[in-house]
């Protein structure tokens, strides 16, 4: 099991900036990607950034040139930077850990959420 821990949100004005955090515990090795879903209300969970144990680096379009997702492999943590955020940001953000099991599985973990509102 991993257990994903989730900081960092809260209450901004558009065009501010927020960094969210999450630390991974647990069977944390094999973990092959983390990364970071948003669900804002009414809507189904979409994909914001997510990085690979590797480097590689996906971007929703939405969020590309104002959101930078950064990994710490031997801290097993994952930081999302979001600066210009927009009211359409407003969501509840959720860490992902997607693990390969030693039978060749995909498991995917989560954490709690954490609320980021952006409004004046």
């Known amino acids: 099991q991993v257990q994903l821990v989730e900081s960092g949100g809260g209450l901004v004005q558009p065009g501010g900036s927020l960094t969210l955090s999450c630390a991974a515990s647990?069977?944390?090795?094999?973990?092959?990607?983390m990364g970071w879903y948003r669900q804002a209300p009414g809507k189904q969970r979409e994909m914001v950034a997510l990085i690979t144990s590797g480097g590689s680096i996906t971007y929703a379009e939405s969020v590309k040139g104002r959101f930078t997702i950064s990994r710490d492999n031997a801290k097993n943590t994952v930081s999302l930077q979001m600066n210009s955020l927009k009211p359409e940001d407003t969501a509840v953000y959720y860490c992902n850990a997607k693990r390969l099991t030693l039978s060749q599985l995909l498991v995917t973990y989560w954490g709690q959420g954490t609320q980021v509102t952006v409004s004046s």
């Open positions: 647990g069977s944390v090795s094999r973990i092959s990607a």
